[in-house]
C-alpha cells in the first residue's frame, strides 16, 4: 500500500489526522516516534533553518532534497508544501512529478501570486492569483499525479487576505470544481472563530485541512466537534521546539562559562547514537567488514 493511500486510510479511520512540520530528516524522526500520523515538509520551516524568511527565497531544489532526505529515513506519509507551485501550471506539473517520485504523499498549493508573503506576517503583501488560472494549476497536479491516492490540497488564502468568508468559501467550491481532493482554510486571526465560521459554511464535497499557528486554542476535540475538517497541520512547531532547546542551551552556557551544567539537561550522546541506527551499522560492521 503506497504512504498515500495509507494517509487516506488513516483519514477514513480516524476522522482527524495530526500532521507535524520538520524541517530536517532528525526532526522527522523525532516526530514519527511520538505518533504523529504524517509529516508536513514546511516552507516555513526549511526558510527558518536556512535563516531566511518565508517569501519564495529557498528554491524547489533546496526543499525537494530536504523533502527526499526525509523520505530516506521515515515511513510515515509526508505532505509536502509546495508554496504557489513555483510558478504557472507548467512549473506545477514539473513539481508534482518530482515531489511523487521525491517520496511526498499530498502537495498544498496555495492561491496567492509567486513570490509569495508568510500568511502570518502582521502586513504582509498578500496577493491572490485569479481563480481561473488556481484552477488550471489543480487540474495540472491532479493530471500529472501517478498515484491516484496522492492528494492534491488546495489551500486558499482569502482570509488571510482579508477579502471575507464568502470569497474563502467562492474560491474553494472553484477548487474542488477543478478537483482538488481536500481544501486548506487558513487564518491569521488569534481567535478560531474565523476557521469555525466557514468550518460550519463549508457544504462542499471535500474535508478541511487547517493549520492552527495563529490560533493555538483550537484543538483536536474542538475540531472534531465542528465537523468538515480532518487534517490538522502542526505548522511551525517543530522549528519553534527546536530554537527553544538551542537557544536555551546556548544562553547556560556561555552564562556558565561551560558545559558542566547543560549537559545533564540535554539528551545523551546515546540517544542520537539510537536515532543514527548506530547499533544497526556496528553489527554491519562485525558482519561485512573483513
Ligand atoms: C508552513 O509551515 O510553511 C505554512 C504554514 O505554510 S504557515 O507558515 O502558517 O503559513
Ligand atoms: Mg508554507
Known sequence: MSAAKRLRARMAETGLVHIMATHSPLSAILAEEAGFDGLWASGFELSALYGLADMSLISMTQHLEMLRAIAG?????????????????????????????????????????????????????????RVEEFQGKIEAAIATRRDPHFLVIARTEALIAGLGEAEALDRAQAYVKAGADMILIHSKKKDSGEIESFSRAWTGSVPLAIVPNAYPDLDASRVKGLGNIQMMIYGNYGIRAASTGLKETFRRIIADGGVQNVHKDIVAVDEIFRLQKMRELRAAEARFLR
Do not use: C, M
Not at 529515513?73 to 511523487?100: C, L, Q, S
Open 73 to 129: 529515513r521515515t515511513t510515515i506519509p509526508i505532505v509536502a508544501d509546495i508554496d504557489t507551485g513555483y510558478g504557472n501550471a507548467i512549473n506545477v506539473i514539473h513539481a508534482i512529478g518530482e515531489y511523487e517520485r521525491a517520496g511526498a504523499s499530498a502537495v498544498v498549493i496555495e492561491d496567492k501570486t509567486f513570490p509569495k508573503v508568510t500568511s502570518l506576517a502582521g502586513d504582509g503583501r498578500q496577493q491572490l492569483a
